[in-house]
């Protein structure tokens, strides 16, 4: 159902991933695989980026791509469809 409404399996499975981590802050390889092949994820944390729902930090002295989760209002969408998807499978 992701991919009919979101344009991509992984997409809404990434975004709850975010949404549902307790630190806002992440690298960019700690997605799991579960989530989809890493090409993907990473396309997707791109996108998530480029949206305004995620800040990217590259580290000078690492080789390193951090993500931060924004405030962004958007971050509402997932959370619903979530909710919606969830009760339809209960």
């Keep these: ?3 009919d ?13 975010i949404l ?6 992440f690298y960019q390889s700690e997605p799991p695989a579960s989530l ?8 997707e ?3 998530l980026a480029r949206a305004g729902l995620l ?3 590259k580290s000078d002295r690492e080789n390193r791509v951090y993500y931060s989760r924004t405030a962004s ?9 979530a909710d919606v998807i969830d009760g339809e499978r209960g």
């Design 20 to 25: 549902r981590r307790q630190q806002p802050r």
């Design 55 to 57: 800040e990217v930090e």
């Design 73 to 81: 209002p958007l971050w509402r969408v997932f959370a619903e469809a």
């Design 45 to 47: 944390l791109e996108r």
């Design 1 to 3: 159902m992701s991919a």
């Design 5 to 17: 409404i979101f344009g991509r399996g992984c997409r809404l499975p990434v975004a709850l991933w």
């Design 36 to 43: 989809g092949a890493p090409t993907a994820v990473r396309q």
